[in-house]
């Protein structure tokens, strides 16, 4: 499936405007962070089914007439520093990995879904945000998609790997 990474006005305004569709986007997306997982490292955890549902209730806003929000069908991922509901926010530690999963999305999480962007996943990140590097003794190291030997940067080296990788 071919996606040509854009901006998120470009990819709302094409979805509400009917010419791609939430669920094709998230599709070629979710399709190119697994061909980059291995060398990358940018996510710690990929919600697909969450992202194919909200992708899909975009869809069926549009189809319908309703209008899906500014940010419709744009994907995001957020540093697993912040709650997604009904994921165990890890922060990059091994000792909250037995934590219950939350219950609600972060707030910020919250207003992106409203606005119609879809959730694609958590990203890596130094542990407790505490890390030059991203180089995390638990999930791995994140590298820079421009430059496999090179380090993303820290601690939200998953972010920086996941927007110059195309995969947000």
């Known amino acids: 499936m071919n996606f040509d990474p854009a901006t998120a ?17 998230t599709e070629a997306l979710l ?56 994921e165990i926010t890890v922060a990059g530690s091994k000792i909250n990995r037995d934590d219950s999963p939350t219950s609600s999305d972060a707030t910020a999480v919250a207003r992106l879904r409203q606005a119609g962007a879809i959730c694609l996943g958590a ?24 430059d496999l030997r090179h380090s993303a940067g820290g601690s939200s080296g998953g972010s920086g790997a996941a927007v110059a990788g195309g995969l947000t």
Do not use: C
């Not at 006005?9 to 986007?25: D, L, N, P, Q």
């Not at 899906?68 to 995001?76: D, R």
């Open 9 to 25: 006005t470009e990819i709302s305004a094409a979805v509400r405007a009917g010419k791609v569709s939430a669920r094709h986007v």
């Open 31 to 86: 399709i190119r962070i697994e061909a980059t997982h291995q060398d990358l490292n940018a996510f710690t955890l990929v919600t697909a089914a969450r992202a194919r549902a909200e992708a899909d209730a975009v869809d069926a806003q549009v189809a319908t007439g309703q209008d899906p929000g500014p940010l419709a069908g744009a994907p995001y991922a957020v540093k697993n520093l912040f709650d997604l509901a009904g």
């Open 123 to 146: 990203l890596n990140m130094g542990e407790y945000a505490y890390d030059f590097v991203t180089e995390n003794a638990h999930d791995g190291a994140t590298h820079n998609p421009h």
